[in-house]
T-cell receptor, first 111, second 115 residues
Framework: QQQVKQSPQSLIVQKGGISIINCAYE??????FPWYQQFPGKGPALLIA?????SEKKEGRFTISFNKSAKQFSLHIMDSQPGDSATYFC??????????FGTGTRLQVFP | EPEVTQTPSHQVTQMGQEVILRCVPI?????FYWYRQILGQKVEFLVS????????KSEIFDDQFSVERPDGSNFTLKIRSTKLEDSAMYFC?????????????FGDGTRLSIL
């Protein structure tokens, strides 16, 4: 119930394409869903986050889509660039300060 | 932009030895956290710390682990008697408010290798 399942494990996208990473959760008490980006040798950096009262949030080329009834949320990266190549983690939280992370998706964007 | 700073970047220690990982959180932050990431696996919560006490800890954070804020700027994680399975990347994070209101900012981690 505390898990967040993330897919795919790895993703290869051409420059300019759309990258889509999906996450699913069981605990309906979760009320905060951030996405983190991690470059090799660096810590996770917050990219974008959403709460369940909205179905979509967009910041630049990054969009979170949230489906409360399906208990799923996804990250869409539009116009993917080689500089977006990194590992992406979804996470979830409820009523505590503990972030529960997904297993990560390694994104490679080729020119 | 203010950063969370962690030292050392890489620590190699013999099994059974004590190790202290150090973190300097962002200066006006009040909430502090440790997470770990075993190679190739997900990031796992260890402990949160607020107002000079542990506010939450995971089942990983057993009696071998302790945290301390020895002064106004440092936040440390001590592992009393290290085991091989403690080998991981350890991330410190801080936030200015609880997670519901402000995001957690992560340092670049300390790679702990137990021999």
């Amino acid at each position: 119930q505390q898990q967040v399942k993330q897919s795919p494990q790895s993703l290869i996208v051409q420059k300019g394409g759309i990258s889509i990473i999906n996450c699913a959760y069981e605990n309906t008490a979760f009320d905060y869903f951030p996405w983190y980006q991690q470059f090799p040798g660096k810590g996770p950096a917050l990219l974008i986050a959403i709460r369940p009262d909205v179905s979509e949030k967009k910041e630049g080329r990054f969009t979170i889509s949230f489906n409360k009834s399906a208990k799923q949320f996804s990250l869409h990266i539009m116009d993917s660039q080689p500089g977006d190549s990194a590992t992406y983690f979804c996470a979830a939280n409820y009523n505590t300060d503990k972030l529960i992370f997904g297993t990560g998706t390694r994104l490679q964007v080729f020119p | 932009e203010p950063e969370v700073t962690q030292t050392p970047s890489h620590q190699v220690t013999q099994m059974g030895q004590e190790v202290i990982l150090r973190c300097v959180p962002i200066s006006n932050h009040l909430y502090f956290y440790w997470y770990r990431q075993i190679l190739g696996q997900k990031v796992e919560f260890l402990v949160s710390f607020y107002n000079n006490e542990i506010s939450e800890k995971s089942e990983i954070f057993d009696d071998q682990f302790s945290v301390e804020r020895p002064d106004g700027s440092n936040f440390t994680l001590k592992i009393r008697s290290t085991k091989l399975e403690d080998s991981a990347m350890y991330f410190c994070a801080s936030s200015s408010d609880s997670l519901g209101n402000q995001p957690q900012h992560f340092g670049d981690g300390t790679r702990l290798s137990i021999l």
